[in-house]
């Protein structure tokens, strides 16, 4: 099985540099901006798309990405929708990866073998569950990868040497190392502790590490990306789209146009990472 995730991370090796992967929330603030939005970020300097999926009990997200998820779900998005709009945005670009990050609990009111088959057919690439351990693999995991899709998995601060073989068993993809305990969008964690557990992470497996969870400039990108094989970019994306709405949820501003101008800046910091290093 080769996915576009496996093809674009090859590309970007061989390239030397690592990948800019952008999260954004399907439906955030609207289903039309939140679909230009989407189509803005490769032209921007995204390589990788992560796709959030609304749900009303995110335990991992920190407050913008709450925000974003309850601001989708009031304007009527649904895991339909979000299908839509990977399937939308694959008529005019069927190279960046798309990943749809979220929580099991939509998917497995969807149907999984329902879900699986939407998702393949809209141009899904990859998946991050949140809240399904490697323990009930048989539940998403098996069959996604059965059905032609990456299962992504989250490695943490805590994920020790005996633990990572289990969670890096049936991972695909690229591993998702959460860069610090807790939630989404705190602060950045020590760049020393992150590159040692990038080394030791890559003690275990050949697949990529992409360091998420904290990643707000183009600076602190380039010093993740130095070590890393991606840098993964959310809440500061999501907060973007946040400013320039008002109390009411009414555009102050355009979020396509302040969203590509974050990107753009991040996508320079993951460009010039390695010849940082070099220097």
């Not at 989708?72 to 709009?85: A, D, H, I, N, Y």
């Amino acid at each position: 099985m080769t996915t576009r995730i496996d093809r674009r991370m090859a590309e970007l090796k061989a390239e030397g540099r690592p990948a800019l992967v952008t999260y954004f929330m399907s439906g955030d603030p609207d289903y039309e901006t939140s679909l230009s939005i989407m189509k803005a970020l490769p032209g921007a300097g995204a390589d990788i798309i992560e796709m959030g999926m609304p749900f009303s009990d995110p335990m991992a997200d920190g407050p913008a990405i709450q925000a974003a998820g309850l601001r989708s779900l009031k304007g009527g998005q649904t895991l339909v929708k979000t299908l839509k709009m990977a399937s939308e945005f694959r008529a005019g670009d069927d190279k960046t990866p798309i990943v749809l990050m979220g929580y099991y609990n939509p998917i497995y009111k969807y149907g999984v073998d329902r879900f699986l088959g939407d998702a393949i057919a809209s141009g899904i690439d990859g998946l991050i569950v949140v809240d399904l351990p490697p323990e009930m693999d048989e539940e998403l995991c098996i069959p996604a990868l059965k059905a032609g899709i990456n299962f992504i998995r989250l490695a943490t601060p805590t994920t020790d040497d005996k633990r990572l073989p289990k969670v890096l068993q049936n991972t695909s993809g690229f591993v998702y190392y959460v860069s610090m305990t807790g939630i989404t969008g705190a602060a950045l964690a020590d760049m020393s502790k992150v590159a040692a557990a990038v080394k030791r992470i890559k003690g275990h497996t050949e697949l990529p590490i992409c360091v998420g969870f904290g990643v707000k400039t183009a600076e602190q990108a380039r010093v993740i990306g130095a070590n890393a094989d991606g840098v993964v970019v959310g809440t500061a994306i999501v907060a973007a789209v946040a400013n320039v709405l008002g109390a009411n949820g009414e555009k102050t501003g355009d979020p396509v146009e302040v969203v590509t101008a974050l990107v753009s800046g991040l996508a320079q910091g993951v460009r010039t990472a390695r010849l940082a290093a070099a220097e």
